[in-house]
T-cell receptor
Framework: ETGVTQTPRHLVMGMTNKKSLKCEQHLGHNAMYWYKQSAKKPLELMFVYSLEERVENNSVPSRFSPECPNSSHLFLHLHTLQPEDSALYLC??????????????FGSGTRLTVV | GNSVTQMEGPVTLSEEAFLTINCTYTATGYPSLFWYVQYPGEGLQLLLKATKADDKGSNKGFEATYRKETTSFHLEKGSVQVSDSAVYFCALSDRSGGGADGLTFGKGTHLIIQP
C-alpha cells in the first residue's frame, strides 16, 4: 500500500467509450498530479492540482478531462480516445507543489488499452 | 527549460556486481534531485533524494551524491541483487521559473540482474 490508490488497475476501452480513472490519497497532501507513461518515452506530466485548483495543463488534448472534487480525490475522464493514448496513467501526490525537497507518492497506475 | 538525461539500458549485471547509473541534468535554478524505482507492474517509489550540493542521498544500499559542478546525480550500489531488477528514474524539481511544475523525469534505465 503506497498511500495513493488508483482504480481500475487495468482498463480496455473502445474509441467511442467514456470512462473515468480514479485516484485517492489520504496522506494529507495538497497537490495531486496525473502522469502518462508510454513505452520508450519519458514520463509526461499531464495535469497538476493544488488545493483542488488546476494549476497546470501541459497541452493535453481535450479528450482527457481532469476533475479534483477535493484534496483527496482526483479523476481523469476519458472520451473518444485514440489507440496512441494506450499507456500507463500514474497518479501522484505531494505535500504541496512548492515543496521542492519532498518527493512524490505514486499510485500503482492504470494500464489503459484503447482498441 | 529543465531536462534530465540518463542511460536507457537495458543494463544487465550479474548478482553482487557494482552498479552505476549515470544521470545528468539541466535546470534554470537550484533543483532538488531524486531517484525513483519502478518494479514490474507497479508505480514509482521514491528511492532517495538530495536537496543541495554535496548532499548524499542513500537508501537500501543505493547512494547518489548531488554534484553541482558536474550537474550530475549518479546512482551507485556496491553489490546488486536479483531483487534490484527494475526501472530506475532520475528526476529533478526546480521552482525557479515560478510555475507549478511537476517533477521532470529522465527516460528511465532498465536494470536486469542475473543470478
Amino acid at each position: 500500500e503506497t498511500g495513493v490508490t488508483q482504480t481500475p488497475r487495468h482498463l480496455v476501452m473502445g474509441m467511442t467509450n467514456k470512462k473515468s480513472l480514479k485516484c485517492e490519497q489520504h496522506l494529507g497532501h495538497n497537490a495531486m498530479y496525473w502522469y502518462k507513461q508510454s513505452a520508450k518515452k519519458p514520463l509526461e506530466l499531464m495535469f497538476v492540482y493544488s488545493l483542488e485548483e488546476r494549476v497546470e495543463n501541459n497541452s493535453v488534448p481535450s479528450r482527457f478531462s481532469p476533475e479534483c472534487p477535493n484534496s483527496s480525490h482526483l479523476f481523469l475522464h476519458l472520451h473518444t480516445l485514440q489507440p496512441e493514448d494506450s499507456a500507463l496513467y500514474l497518479c501522484a501526490s505531494s505535500v504541496e507543489t512548492r515543496a521542492l525537497g519532498y518527493g512524490y507518492t505514486f499510485g500503482s497506475g492504470t494500464r489503459l488499452t484503447v482498441v | 527549460g529543465n531536462s534530465v538525461t540518463q542511460m536507457e539500458g537495458p543494463v544487465t549485471l550479474s548478482e553482487e556486481a557494482f552498479l552505476t547509473i549515470n544521470c545528468t541534468y539541466t535546470a534554470t535554478g537550484y533543483p532538488s534531485l531524486f531517484w525513483y524505482v519502478q518494479y514490474p507492474g507497479e508505480g514509482l517509489q521514491l528511492l532517495l533524494k538530495a536537496t543541495k550540493a554535496d548532499d548524499k542521498g542513500s537508501n537500501k544500499g543505493f547512494e547518489a551524491t548531488y554534484r553541482k559542478e558536474t550537474t550530475s546525480f549518479h546512482l551507485e550500489k556496491g553489490s546488486v541483487q536479483v531483487s534490484d531488477s527494475a526501472v530506475y528514474f532520475c528526476a529533478l524539481s526546480d521552482r525557479s521559473g515560478g510555475g507549478a511544475d511537476g517533477l521532470t523525469f529522465g527516460k528511465g534505465t532498465h536494470l536486469i540482474i542475473q543470478p
